[in-house]
C-alpha cells in the first residue's frame, strides 16, 4: 500500500540483501508496481500516475530468460502500463554500465517516462533531486538535434534501434551519456 511512512519499508529492505544473487523477476514486479499504482486511490483530479524504476535492466527470472521472451515480456509491461484511460508511467532509472540500456530506455521512451542514468552513486544524488520535477513535469528541458549518417545503404531498418552515447563537455568533467533511438 502506499503510504508516507518510508521508515516503514526499512525492514523489508534490509531483507534484500539475502537475495543478492538470486533471480530477478524483472517484469513480474514491474507489472505489479503498475497495478498497484493503478489501483492506488485518486489524488487530485488529472493527477499523474507514475512508477520509478532502479534496475539494471536484467530480468533473470526462468519466465523471462533470454532475448525472444524478455522482449514478450518487457511488451506486455508497456501494454500493461499504457492502458487507455489508466496510463501509469515508466521512468527508469540505472546505475553503472552493467545496465540493459535499451531495456530499460524502451520502457520508459514507450510508456511516458524518462530514462535516467549514473555511472556512479554519487551521480545519483542530482538524479534524485530531478525525479520530483521529472514527474511533475516542471523540469526545464533542452532539445538538442543531430544527424546519424550510415555508411552502408538500408543500415537502419524499421523497427530497429540504434544504440551509442553521446559526450557531454562541461566545466569540470566530461559526461558519457547513452543514447537509444528507435527507427520508426
Not at 33 to 62: C, H, Q, W, Y
Not at 74 to 80: E, F, P, V
Not at 131 to 149: C, F, H, M, P, R
Not at 152 to 158: G, L, R, Y
Request: glycine letters at 10%.
Amino acid at each position: 500500500q502506499f503510504t508516507n511512512d518510508g521508515e516503514s519499508f526499512f525492514g523489508a529492505l534490509n531483507e534484500l540483501a539475502s537475495l543478492e544473487g538470486g533471480t530477478t523477476p524483472l517484469y513480474r514486479a514491474l507489472n505489479r508496481m503498475i497495478d498497484e499504482t493503478r489501483a492506488a486511490p485518486p489524488g487530485a483530479a488529472n493527477e499523474r500516475k507514475a512508477v520509478v524504476l532502479f534496475s539494471d535492466g536484467e530480468d533473470t527470472d526462468a519466465d523471462c530468460a533470454g532475448t525472444t521472451l524478455e522482449k514478450a515480456c518487457r511488451d506486455a509491461s508497456i501494454d500493461n502500463a499504457t492502458l487507455a484511460g489508466e496510463e501509469v508511467d515508466i521512468f527508469t532509472v540505472g546505475l553503472s554500465g552493467k545496465v540493459n540500456f535499451e531495456a530499460m530506455a524502451e520502457l520508459a521512451d514507450r510508456a511516458g517516462g524518462v530514462f535516467l542514468f549514473a555511472e556512479s552513486a554519487n551521480q545519483l544524488i542530482p538524479i534524485y533531486g530531478a525525479l520530483g520535477n521529472l514527474l511533475s513535469d516542471s523540469l526545464t528541458k533542452y532539445e538538442a538535434v543531430w544527424t546519424i549518417e550510415a555508411a552502408a545503404p538500408n543500415a537502419f531498418q524499421s523497427g530497429g534501434t540504434i544504440l551509442g552515447e553521446v559526450q557531454v563537455r562541461t566545466s569540470s568533467n566530461p559526461v558519457i551519456l547513452p543514447i537509444i533511438v528507435r527507427i520508426p
